[in-house]
């Protein structure tokens, strides 16, 4: 089982992009997911996590602002919804999930391969 992010690229500073967020093997509208990047030579760091039921939490560091997380049941995706990007927003994103987002970040599996995100002009 894995969640697949996508829909990254490179992107000039002040551009927008949305990525999206899409298991294989199982349903995620009963899990939480959180939006995860690490930018090169720095830690893993996580951003924004959404329950099942839709509520978002912001972990710190990343208050509401410039990017928003949504997920759509129905079509059983998540997504990063990421605006004025700036060039350390550079990163390669993830997506994963977890029962809730309270559980501590390193509690959040099915973890893949990311989607690169860089911003350049």
């Known amino acids: 089982v894995q969640l697949q992010a996508s829909g990254g690229g490179l992107v000039q500073p002040g551009g927008s992009l949305r990525l999206s967020c899409e298991p294989s093997g199982f349903t995620l509208k009963n899990y939480a997911v959180g939006w995860f990047r690490q930018a090169p030579g720095k830690e893993r760091e996580g951003m924004q996590c959404?329950?099942?039921?839709?509520?978002?939490?912001y972990w710190p560091k990343h208050r509401a602002g410039r990017f928003t997380i949504s997920r759509d049941n129905a079509r059983n995706t998540a997504y990063l919804h990421m605006t004025n990007l700036r060039p350390d927003d550079t990163a390669v994103y993830y997506c994963?999930?977890?029962?809730?987002?309270?559980?501590?970040?390193?509690?959040?599996?099915?973890w893949g391969p990311g989607t690169q995100v860089t911003v350049s002009s």
């Open positions: 994963a999930s977890a029962g809730g987002c309270e559980e501590p970040q390193r509690d959040f599996g099915s």
């Open positions: 959404m329950s099942s039921s839709g509520v978002t939490t």
